[in-house]
């Protein structure tokens, strides 16, 4: 019980005072946009949505020229990144600006294989793009690697009930718990 206690207090307060980004950059090589699954039919759900349709404005307000949008199979059949492709792309991102990561099953993952086409191409910096829940996390992930970089909140379309957002805040708080005790040991990001 006090483990566990112990262990949730160490995930909040990492939580609270995890970085937002590392840099002062208003303009990037690209904008990462973290994965989430889509619905059992294969569309796009609110989130997904909201994470793609302010890529797509920060896009075209110039902040960056390309977007890299990650995420695999993870929940459900259907490829996140190929989901939020076609929604980008229904919002008049060309297809040349959309460079589709498709293996990431989680955030690290997402942040890793990112990290890699960024390389690959000689990009160096990112703006991350997703729920205010989950840029804590994504936020404890990023700062390992060796990008510059800031996170970017994307509003929700629609207002989420107020025991839906204590149940994913739970939800993050123990997947941040996982992240501190052993993911972020065991599971490294390593340039190929």
């Known amino acids: 019980m006090t483990l566990g ?11 609270r005072f995890a970085p937002a980004g590392n840099t002062s950059l208003t303009r990037f090589d690209a904008i990462i946009v973290l994965g989430t699954p889509a619905d059992e039919d294969g569309n796009p759900t609110p ?12 896009y075209e307000r110039g902040v960056a020229p390309r977007l890299i949008l990650s995420g695999g199979a993870a929940h459900n059949s259907f490829v996140e990144a190929r ?13 040349s600006a959309i ?5 990431a099953m989680d955030t690290i993952q997402n942040a890793c294989y990112s990290a890699r086409i960024m390389q690959d191409h000689g990009w160096h910096s990112a703006e991350v793009v997703s729920s205010a829940i ?3 996390r994504a936020g404890l992930v990023f ?4 990008i510059e970089w800031r996170s970017h909140e994307a509003p929700l379309i629609q207002p989420e009930s107020s025991a839906y957002q204590a149940g994913l805040s739970t939800v993050e708080t123990m997947k941040t718990v996982r992240y501190l005790v052993w993911t972020s040991w065991s599971e490294h990001c390593e340039p190929e």
């Open 5 to 15: 206690l112990i262990l949730t207090g160490w995930a909040i307060l990492a939580r």
């Open 47 to 58: 989130i997904e949505l909201s994470r793609v349709t302010e890529a797509v404005h920060e």
């Open 83 to 95: 989901v939020m492709a076609r929604v980008a792309e229904a919002q008049g991102i060309p297809a």
């Open 99 to 103: 460079y589709i990561e498709p293996r």
């Open 134 to 136: 989950h840029l804590r």
């Open 143 to 146: 700062r390992r690697l060796p």
